[in-house]
């Protein structure tokens, strides 16, 4: 239940980014990861822990993570002013099929067939999603290409996004969460301030409105993620995170009047498919690699 109120809040912040209309990137992630820290703040004071959530003997390593992982969210807020909610959503899908791909090429991961085989099945899913707008760049629409621009940027933010995880999977052998969470925003913060000499506009009262409010759902979404994780194993709660494609077709038809293409209905069935292969195929590995550790006799 964590999980599914943490993917609508999550739903919900990027109907706020997408509402608020053309803003540039670098000020939607400014409002969306200080807004953020409050909450979060908020939180760990109720439970104690406000006072050493900062505490890190890594924090290069978090601002590394806080680097990319800007570039990924402010890819991924464009994409999302550019394309339909259903599809900017789904497109995200790509990222932890991302994640098996580059664990395997920078962490030396043995990644065995059956994921392979997902990865390219769930990969295909996406061409499918993205075909109508990569076939409008020769239509020489002025529309079509906002949208392919939204298409690639979603890409590459899931690509990011996948190295984001990387990271964060490094830091969490020696971090806690709320340190992570907290340096994250506060990283991002600070460099999407570094944009402000590149054409920040004005806000009307609605858009400052609506981009405050995404930045509370940002850090709301995430104290409810950490504690469905908290509550029950990652390979039974992650399969909800796919929840969010039925949330953003209901919420872009009510609130934006899109309707998802056929394409986007079968292609993110695919990626949805395959996502959760891999997740069963990891938590089958797990249990594998701890019934080995059960017989295997200690050492010395």
């Known amino acids: 239940m964590l999980k599914i109120v943490s993917v609508a809040v999550f739903v919900g912040m990027s109907s706020c980014i997408k509402a608020a209309g053309t803003v540039p990137a670098g000020q939607i992630v400014f409002f969306r990861s200080f807004f953020a820290i409050f909450p979060i703040i908020a939180f760990l004071a109720v ?6 959530a900062f505490s890190t003997r890594r924090p290069l ?5 806080g680097v990319v992982g800007v570039g990924a969210m402010g890819l991924g807020f464009f994409a999302l002013t ?5 599809e900017a959503i789904t497109l995200n899908y790509a990222q932890p099929l991302l994640v098996v791909v580059f664990s395997s090429i920078f962490l030396g991961e ?23 707008e990569l076939t409008l760049l020769s239509s020489g629409a002025a529309l079509g290409d906002q949208e392919v621009l939204g298409v690639i940027a979603a890409l590459v933010a899931a690509a990011i996004s996948a190295i984001a995880m990387l990271l964060v999977r490094n830091l969490v052998q020696s971090e806690r969460t709320a ?10 913060s600070i460099i999407a301030l570094l944009s402000l000499p590149f054409g ?4 009307a009262p609605r858009q400052a409105s609506l981009l405050v409010v995404s930045g509370f759902c940002g850090g709301l979404g995430q104290i409810l ?26 919420v872009g038809y009510l609130a934006f009047g899109d309707l998802p293409t056929l394409n986007m209905l079968v292609g993110g069935l695919i990626v949805v498919a395959a996502g959760i292969f891999i997740i069963w195929r990891e938590r089958q590995l797990g249990l ?13």
């Open 47 to 52: 439970q104690g822990k406000l006072g050493t």
């Open 288 to 300: 594998e690699r701890s019934r080995t550790r059960k017989v295997t006799p200690p050492q010395g």
């Open 225 to 250: 993620m950490t504690s469905a994780y908290r509550h029950a194993e990652a390979s039974v709660v992650a399969p909800f995170e796919y929840t969010s494609m039925l949330l953003g077709i209901v």
């Open 110 to 132: 043995a990644i065995r067939v059956y994921r392979w085989s997902a990865v390219a099945v769930g990969l295909v899913g996406v061409l499918i999603i993205s075909w109508p």
């Open 179 to 188: 340190t992570i969470v907290l340096w994250f925003s506060a990283t991002a």
């Open 82 to 86: 550019r394309l339909p909610l259903p």
């Open 200 to 203: 920040w506009q004005a806000l």
């Open 61 to 65: 390593n978090h601002i590394a993570r």
